[in-house]
């Protein structure tokens, strides 16, 4: 995997997908990216933040444990802003904010909170950033199966599945998505290069404790971008995201 920053306190990786960041549930621990980086480097490393198993993107260990007190708190005070690239099913264009608590459920996943109920306040504001739709011809069981709109996510708050509940909120579940998604999406992205969930941690952003900015960037990953190269060949993107 490559590194995308590294220092005497923090190193930050760009996760490839298909990799926990931490051992799951019953797995082998040497399979994780915390455990293949301390392998690799022959060093500790402190996990402060998480990213979905199937998300790739920015992943920022701590080297020493008074790093890794200062980025919890940094996470927990929610002064560390990220950005996301999410291809969704439907047609969203502009921005919009989605403010939509949620609540664990089973099997893992999360889901909105319904009306009287407690859930964690969880926030997302949304951009869109390129829009395709289904060629002249093309059917389509489903409306929403018709458009695909490239978004830049903005969460402000870090729940479990957060981006990807938000959206599915708005009927427009991320492409490949198999808990959120799995039958809105049945058919309509035969012949893609892409077999994943189709979400990137893109950028990090944090101040240091002595107030030096850090940004770290990881580039779209291969498999996305070939995503979005088929798209502009073989649907028809709009003229305008928003």
Not at 35 to 58: F, N, Q
């Amino acid at each position: 995997m490559t590194v995308l920053f590294e220092d005497d306190e923090l190193v930050a990786v760009a996760k490839p997908p298909g990799l926990a960041v931490v051992p799951e549930r019953g797995a082998d621990p040497a399979g994780s990216l915390r455990h293949r980086l301390e392998a690799a480097r022959r060093e500790p490393l402190w996990v402060a933040h998480r990213i979905d198993k199937d998300t790739s993107g920015v992943v920022v260990l701590a080297r020493t444990a008074a790093a890794h007190r200062w980025l919890n708190d940094a996470f927990a005070a929610r002064r560390v802003h990220k950005r996301y690239v999410a291809f969704a099913a439907g047609d969203l264009p502009g921005t919009r904010t989605v403010d939509v608590p949620l609540v664990e459920a089973r099997r893992g996943k999360a889901r909105p909170a319904a009306p009287g109920e407690r859930g964690k306040p969880s926030v997302t504001r949304f951009v869109a950033t390129a829009r395709w739709r289904r060629p002249p011809g093309a059917s389509a069981a489903d409306p929403a199966t018709a458009a695909i709109t490239r978004l830049d996510a903005f969460p402000t708050t870090g729940r479990h599945h957060q981006i990807r509940v938000h959206l599915r909120s708005l009927e427009a579940p991320i492409l490949l998505d198999p808990l959120y998604g799995k039958r809105t999406l049945r058919g309509m992205l035969t012949g893609a290069p892409c077999a994943r969930l189709a979400l990137h941690a893109a950028r990090l952003e944090l101040t240091r404790p002595d107030g030096r900015p850090l940004a770290i960037e990881a580039p779209l990953p291969p498999d996305l971008v070939a995503l979005a190269a088929w798209l502009d060949a073989t649907w028809r993107r709009q003229p305008e995201a928003a």
